[in-house]
């Protein structure tokens, strides 16, 4: 057996120490006694150490002065010693301990319950570290939170519309965007009782009432202020609904699922290092319902089971819209969920029941572009017809706006549910069956948003995100066709759609993206033909072309730019530059210093998922 044998300072070995009367407290039970050997022997090692003899009448006493009879239960030590040296715990599960405890001189055992837990071991300080109490006491996550509570409760709880005018917005959202998209659940129809999430719930409504036409006289943040700009207005929202957020203060965290999710569908980023937060948010909200289980099937008997098994479609929904969006692989797969999909669909209302299904469809199109799915030969995935699916959902009674809004996703869905091979891309003669659907489709999109339901829609991100895929589709026309009468169609088409997403990138940052690349490519091809007509000595046509530009305005809508509308009446003077030269490759006479394959690769990329993730990229670069 190996006994180790205390030593001093010097390394001579020590006396053995017997304790010359236990406490009352062990007395009483019976028990060893330590805590007079521990004292005794701190005070004997502060008296024995180098540089103790001019401070031991400064020493701190050690002695109890309380009776017998009413001494309490001794404390666990503090982090630090007598002699204020950091301390570190060693458990007694460590083999570290059982070295410690029998070498070391300025180690104490752990008394706060029978027999210990371990060990306290003093460190003496490095000099070489600086003692600031910014150092020791290192900023945590609290307490970042506890300054932002602070900033929220001047600055974010205030920013809010008045009364009278989120009467308006929250009637806009009622009627438009809830029965589409019903994420806030019952919140709106029973007053909430948290101050906080009241004002958090009204300003998420604003921000997604703030896209719709009619919300443009009452985009305000205090009663006697100016009007805002749509972009001004939900920045503002939604850096407010972020902060509060960031800062804790919304604690029901089934309530702070619907924000979350809310926040990532209807929040507009304001610059390129925001491009990826809607799918953050969309991460966090799914992070979230998981931490609750939501994804888990709860009986029907349940009392919440309807708005739980509501608020699961939601974000289930959400998931795939942003993988289509930003091009992100999706976070909640079937295999982990408990529910029946098919379901939770029909047990929903008939708009967010065809809505869903919509989705479902999306969900098939999303596995033709995932890795390793890529098809070898053309490939298409079968869609039922749109009457079809409102007749099986039963939302023959629903307005025929809100119809229209859910046809654009649908139609948008057709665009991207046909896969062509890698090599094939860069042609304007895919198969058939693609080439008619896709046409088709991007024709009904614009069709719908420019001329059936101007300003009438339910103006959701699927919007925007049609008119885009309109725009790549005309686009490929416009720049792979051989024939001058289909190049002249795809140009037209590729106005009318900058057109449209013109008007909505005051709202939409990815409209706004496209506009500013769309707009730069019709700058360049118009300085082409300018160029191409001078060098062959062809008559401008431009005079020819007032006529048949009127009609063609209709397409625009109001708020428009002047530079689309002057594309406009410009592209049918140029037919007549095209037609005469059928072999002309305009983008061939384009400034070598336009980046034309940033272009190509950003429309004709956006008909794949892909490259959506590169928002912020786009951004940066067509500004």
């Given at each position: 057996?190996?006994?180790?044998?205390?030593?001093?300072?010097?390394?001579?070995?020590?006396?053995?120490?017997?304790?010359?009367?236990?406490?009352?407290?062990?007395?009483?039970?019976?028990?060893?006694?330590?805590?007079?050997?521990?004292?005794?022997?701190?005070?004997?090692?502060?008296e024995s150490s180098p540089g103790s003899r001019g401070t031991t009448a400064r020493a701190p006493t050690l002695e109890r002065s309380t009776p017998p009879e009413l001494e309490p239960l001794p404390d666990r030590p503090g982090p630090r010693n007598p002699e204020g040296h950091a301390s570190r715990f060693i458990g007694d599960l460590s083999p570290e301990a059982i070295l410690m405890?029998?070498?070391?001189?300025?180690?104490?055992?752990?008394?706060?319950?029978?027999?210990?837990?371990?060990?306290?071991?003093?460190?003496?300080?490095?000099?070489?570290?600086?003692?600031?109490?910014?150092?020791?006491?290192?900023?945590?996550?609290?307490?970042?939170?506890?300054?932002?509570?602070?900033?929220?409760?001047?600055?974010?709880?205030?920013?809010?519309?008045?009364?009278?005018?989120?009467?308006?917005?929250?009637?806009?959202?009622?009627?438009?965007?809830?029965?589409?998209?019903?994420?806030?659940?019952?919140?709106?129809?029973?007053?909430?009782?948290?101050?906080?999430?009241?004002?958090?719930?009204?300003?998420?409504?604003?921000?997604?009432?703030?896209?719709?036409?009619?919300?443009?006289?009452?985009?305000?943040?205090?009663?006697?202020?100016?009007?805002?700009?749509?972009?001004?207005?939900?920045?503002?929202?939604?850096?407010?609904?972020?902060?509060?957020?960031?800062?804790?203060?919304?604690?029901?965290?089934?309530?702070?699922?619907?924000?979350?999710?809310?926040?990532?569908?209807?929040?507009?980023?304001?610059?390129?290092?925001?491009?990826?937060?809607?799918?953050?948010?969309?991460?966090?909200?799914?992070?979230?319902?998981?931490?609750?289980?939501?994804?888990?099937?709860?009986?029907?008997?349940?009392?919440?089971?309807?708005?739980?098994?509501?608020?699961?479609?939601?974000?289930?929904?959400?998931?795939?819209?942003?993988?289509?969006?930003?091009?992100?692989?999706?976070?909640?797969?079937?295999?982990?969920?408990?529910?029946?999909?098919?379901?939770?669909?029909?047990?929903?209302?008939?708009?967010?029941?065809?809505?869903?299904?919509?989705?479902?469809?999306?969900?098939?199109?999303?596995?033709?572009?995932?890795?390793?799915?890529?098809?070898?030969?053309?490939?298409?995935?079968?869609?039922?017809?749109?009457?079809?699916?409102?007749?099986?959902?039963?939302?023959?009674?629903?307005?025929?706006?809100?119809?229209?809004?859910?046809?654009?996703?649908?139609?948008?869905?057709?665009?991207?549910?046909?896969?062509?091979?890698?090599?094939?891309?860069?042609?304007?003669?895919?198969?058939?069956?693609?080439?008619?659907?896709?046409?088709?489709?991007?024709?009904?999109?614009?069709?719908?948003?420019?001329?059936?339901?101007?300003?009438?829609?339910?103006?959701?991100?699927?919007?925007?995100?049609?008119?885009?895929?309109?725009?790549?589709?005309?686009?490929?026309?416009?720049?792979?066709?051989?024939?001058?009468?289909?190049?002249?169609?795809?140009?037209?088409?590729?106005?009318?759609?900058?057109?449209?997403?013109?008007?909505?990138?005051?709202?939409?940052?990815?409209?706004?993206?496209?506009?500013?690349?769309?707009?730069?490519?019709?700058?360049?091809?118009?300085?082409?033909?300018?160029?191409?007509?001078?060098?062959?000595?062809?008559?401008?046509?431009?005079?020819?072309?007032?006529?048949?530009?009127?009609?063609?305005?209709?397409?625009?809508?109001?708020?428009?730019?002047?530079?689309?509308?002057?594309?406009?009446?410009?592209?049918?003077?140029?037919?007549?530059?095209?037609?005469?030269?059928?072999?002309?490759?305009?983008?061939?006479?384009?400034?070598?210093?336009?980046?034309?394959?940033?272009?190509?690769?950003?429309?004709?990329?956006?008909?794949?998922?892909?490259?959506?993730?590169?928002?912020?990229?786009?951004?940066?670069?067509?500004?």
């Amino acid at each position: 057996m190996v006994r180790f044998v205390e030593s001093d300072s010097t390394g001579l070995p020590l006396k053995r120490k017997q304790v010359a009367q236990a406490c009352s407290r062990c007395r009483r039970r019976k028990k060893r006694c330590f805590h007079n050997h521990d004292e005794q022997h701190v005070r004997e090692t502060l008296e024995s150490s180098p540089g103790s003899r001019g401070t031991t009448a400064r020493a701190p006493t050690l002695e109890r002065s309380t009776p017998p009879e009413l001494e309490p239960l001794p404390d666990r030590p503090g982090p630090r010693n007598p002699e204020g040296h950091a301390s570190r715990f060693i458990g007694d599960l460590s083999p570290e301990a059982i070295l410690m405890e029998a070498t070391s001189l300025c180690s104490h055992r752990d008394v706060s319950v029978r027999g210990g837990l371990g060990i306290w071991q003093s460190r003496a300080p490095d000099p070489s570290k600086p003692t600031s109490p910014f150092v020791l006491n290192a900023p945590s996550r609290q307490a970042v939170q506890d300054l932002l509570k602070a900033y929220v409760w001047s600055h974010c709880i205030a920013c809010c519309p008045p009364p009278s005018d989120y009467a308006v917005l929250r009637r806009i959202y009622l009627e438009k965007l809830d029965p589409i998209f019903p994420i806030l659940g019952s919140h709106l129809l029973t007053p909430l009782q948290d101050e906080i999430e009241r004002k958090v719930l009204q300003q998420i409504v604003s921000l997604a009432a703030a896209t719709d036409p009619g919300a443009t006289r009452h985009l305000r943040l205090n009663p006697e202020g100016n009007l805002f700009s749509r972009h001004d207005f939900c920045n503002s929202l939604s850096n407010s609904i972020q902060t509060i957020i960031d800062a804790g203060l919304i604690t029901d965290r089934l309530f702070l699922v619907r924000i979350l999710a809310a926040l990532s569908l209807y929040m507009q980023p304001s610059c390129p290092d925001e491009a990826d937060v809607p799918a953050l948010l969309n991460s966090r909200a799914v992070h979230q319902m998981h931490t609750l289980g939501l994804q888990m099937a709860s009986e029907d008997s349940h009392t919440n089971s309807q708005a739980i098994r509501s608020l699961f479609c939601c974000v289930w929904a959400l998931d795939r819209i942003n993988s289509a969006f930003y091009g992100r692989a999706c976070l909640i797969h079937e295999r982990d969920v408990g529910w029946n999909i098919d379901d939770c669909i029909a047990a929903q209302a008939p708009p967010f029941r065809l809505f869903l299904m919509i989705v479902g469809l999306l969900d098939r199109v999303i596995g033709l572009y995932r890795p390793g799915n890529r098809q070898e030969k053309e490939f298409i995935t079968e869609l039922p017809i749109f009457e079809q699916m409102i007749l099986d959902a039963e939302a023959t009674r629903v307005p025929s706006s809100c119809l229209a809004s859910l046809e654009i996703f649908y139609h948008s869905i057709a665009i991207l549910s046909s896969q062509s091979p890698s090599e094939n891309r860069s042609t304007a003669l895919p198969a058939p069956a693609t080439n008619s659907r896709r046409s088709l489709a991007a024709d009904r999109i614009t069709s719908i948003v420019g001329h059936e339901f101007l300003g009438q829609l339910s103006y959701l991100p699927i919007i925007p995100y049609g008119v885009s895929l309109s725009l790549s589709v005309s686009y490929r026309k416009m720049r792979h066709s051989n024939i001058p009468m289909f190049r002249s169609r795809g140009k037209q088409a590729f106005i009318a759609n900058t057109t449209l997403l013109k008007s909505l990138d005051d709202t939409f940052w990815t409209a706004k993206t496209m506009v500013a690349m769309a707009e730069q490519v019709l700058r360049e091809m118009d300085k082409a033909v300018a160029s191409i007509t001078q060098e062959t000595g062809l008559t401008d046509a431009s005079k020819k072309s007032d006529s048949i530009s009127r009609g063609n305005r209709e397409v625009s809508s109001p708020g428009a730019g002047d530079a689309v509308a002057d594309h406009t009446s410009q592209g049918i003077a140029d037919r007549s530059v095209i037609e005469a030269i059928p072999d002309l490759d305009v983008f061939g006479h384009f400034d070598p210093t336009f980046n034309l394959g940033a272009v190509d690769a950003a429309l004709e990329g956006n008909l794949d998922f892909g490259a959506s993730s590169n928002w912020f990229d786009w951004q940066q670069l067509w500004g």
